[in-house]
């Protein structure tokens, strides 16, 4: 049972990547599904979700028009779609997958965790 972060890479900046978070083991149907990032120095922070039940999504403000979040039931799979990245988007992102209420309120669930991916923007 675990989640799979990929993806990640090195893009200059107004570049894109797609990231990706699997699921092995069980389904996602029931999970609100949250990206997390952590820069060098830094504390983890909440990015983005999609929740479980309609598929609603929620941004932090930084990303917003940039970054898109979406998830693939059939796959077990949610993406992160990033545009126009940005120098500061350098950071290790990680997905988390929760049944409680914790990532739509931009924390972190104990439920499961991706490995993380490294996504560095730079010329």
């Known amino acids: 049972v675990q989640l799979q972060a990929s993806g990640g890479g090195l893009v200059q900046p107004g570049g894109s990547l797609r990231l990706s978070c699997a699921a092995s083991?069980?389904?996602?149907?029931?999970?609100?599904i949250g990206w997390f990032r952590q820069a060098p120095g830094k504390e983890r922070d909440w990015v983005s979700c999609?929740?479980?039940?309609?598929?609603?999504?929620y941004y932090t403000d930084s990303v917003k028009g940039r970054l898109t979040i979406s998830r693939d039931n059939a796959k077990d799979a949610v993406y992160l779609q990033m545009d126009k990245l940005k120098p500061e988007d350098t950071a290790v992102y990680y997905c988390?997958?929760?049944?409680?209420?914790?990532?739509?309120?931009?924390?972190?669930?104990?439920?499961?965790w991706g490995q993380g991916t490294l996504v560095t923007v730079s010329s």
């Open positions: 999609v929740s479980n039940s309609d598929g609603i999504t």
């Open positions: 988390n997958a929760g049944r409680d209420l914790s990532i739509l309120r931009g924390h972190s669930s104990d439920g499961y």
């Open positions: 083991g069980f389904s996602l149907d029931y999970y609100t």
